[in-house]
């Protein structure tokens, strides 16, 4: 199954409806209005392709694995509590240590060093069992 590019004419044609926000060859972004739309045509009983097509994206140039791909996802995004907003934006990167309070800091150092004795605790165990199975090929070894 290959991955299927659009032309610069049908990137052309896409990037001129007012339901995408990006297009490229390989790619489109959709207005969170169009996802709405698509959300609302659908519990009404419209098939995915046939809401696509009504809005001004033709079956031949999006293709009906990208209609269904869309579909399933946004029909999950749906049911979620942030809904079909892109949530991206606001979790991105790391969370700045600078924010935390001087509590939330020690509960997390704390954290970290009840982890690091737990990981301490097994690497002791794998080292006592490792040093039993050393003496064991020893024994082994001069009883034959």
């Known amino acids: 199954m290959g991955v299927y590019y659009f032309t610069k004419d049908q990137v052309e044609f896409?990037?001129?409806?007012?339901?995408?926000?990006?297009?490229?060859e390989k790619a489109i972004t959709y207005?969170?209005?169009?996802?709405?739309?698509?959300?609302?045509e659908y519990e009404n009983g419209l098939f995915?392709?046939?809401?696509?097509?009504?809005?001004?994206?033709?079956?031949?140039?999006?293709g009906k694995s990208r209609i269904a791909n869309c579909s399933r996802?946004?029909?999950?995004?749906?049911?979620?509590?942030?809904?079909?907003?892109?949530?991206?934006?606001?979790?991105?990167?790391?969370?700045?240590?600078?924010?935390?309070?001087?509590?939330?800091?020690?509960?997390r150092l704390k954290n970290k060093i009840?982890?690091?004795e737990q990981e301490n605790a097994y690497l002791k165990k794998i080292r006592l069992i490792e040093k039993d199975a050393l003496r064991k090929a020893q024994r082994d070894k001069n009883i034959n």
Do not use: M
Request: net charge positive.
């Open 73 to 107: 996802s946004w029909r999950r995004q749906a049911k979620r509590e942030e809904g079909l907003s892109d949530t991206r934006k606001g979790n991105s990167g790391r969370p700045l240590e600078k924010t935390l309070t001087e509590e939330e800091n020690i509960s």
């Open 14 to 24: 896409l990037s001129k409806n007012k339901y995408v926000i990006r297009v490229s």
């Open 114 to 116: 009840a982890i690091l």
């Open 31 to 40: 207005s969170e209005e169009f996802k709405n739309i698509f959300i609302c």
């Open 48 to 62: 995915p392709k046939e809401i696509f097509e009504k809005y001004g994206f033709p079956f031949h140039i999006i």
